[in-house]
C-alpha cells in the first residue's frame, strides 16, 4: 500500500480505512480488513452506523472481524449523527481510504452526519490521502450517475457483480 508521503510507509506499511456503512456495501468493507490485515497491513474498518442493523451477511463479516480477539484494533463503531465525532483528526492519520459506505441501494441524498464525513473524506483526499470506491464511490446513483447530495471523489472503484450504468453517465 502506497503512502500519502510518496513512497512505501516507514516499516513498508501504511494506514487504511475503511467507512463502512450498514448495508451490505460496509460487508464488502469488512472484507476488505480482514484480508488486509491477513497480509498484515495496518487496516481498520469503520462502522457508521449500528451493527444491529446489518444484514445477514455483512453482519456475519462484521462478527468475523471483531471475534479476532487479536485484532482489538481493527475496528470502531460511530453513530452517523454524532456531529462532535472528528473526522479530519482521524482521516490525518489515514494513507488510503475505502469508500464502503453506500452502494447499488442508495436512492435518497447523503445528507447530516455522513454527507459531514463524504466531505472530510474529499477533502482529505485533496491534501494527498488515496481513496478506493467499493461497487462504486457512495453518492453515486448506480442507475443514472446523479450525485445524490453529496458523492466520494474517488481514485479507482473497484465494481463487483454486474455493471452499473451510473458509472458510465455523466457527471
Known sequence: ????????????????????????????????????RAEGIDAEAILVGDPARLPAD??????????????????????PADSGFDWAALLAETDVAIDALFGTGLK?????????????????????????????????????GQILGVAIEADRTVTISLPKPGLALEP
Open 58 to 79: 455483512a453482519a456475519a463479516n462484521w462478527r468475523r472481524l471483531v471475534e479476532r480477539t487479536e485484532w482489538r484494533n481493527a475496528w470502531r463503531v460511530v453513530e
Open 1 to 36: 500500500v502506497e503512502s500519502r508521503r510518496g513512497g512505501v510507509a516507514a516499516g513498508g506499511r501504511s494506514r487504511v480505512r475503511a467507512f463502512c456503512g450498514a448495508g451490505n456495501n460496509g460487508g464488502d468493507g469488512f472484507v476488505a480488513v480482514r484480508h488486509l
Open 108 to 144: 435518497r441524498p447523503i445528507a447530516g452526519g455522513l454527507a459531514r464525513l463524504v466531505e472530510a473524506l474529499n477533502a482529505e483526499r485533496v491534501r494527498g490521502m488515496r481513496t478506493l470506491a467499493v461497487d462504486l464511490p457512495s453518492g453515486i446513483s448506480a442507475d443514472t
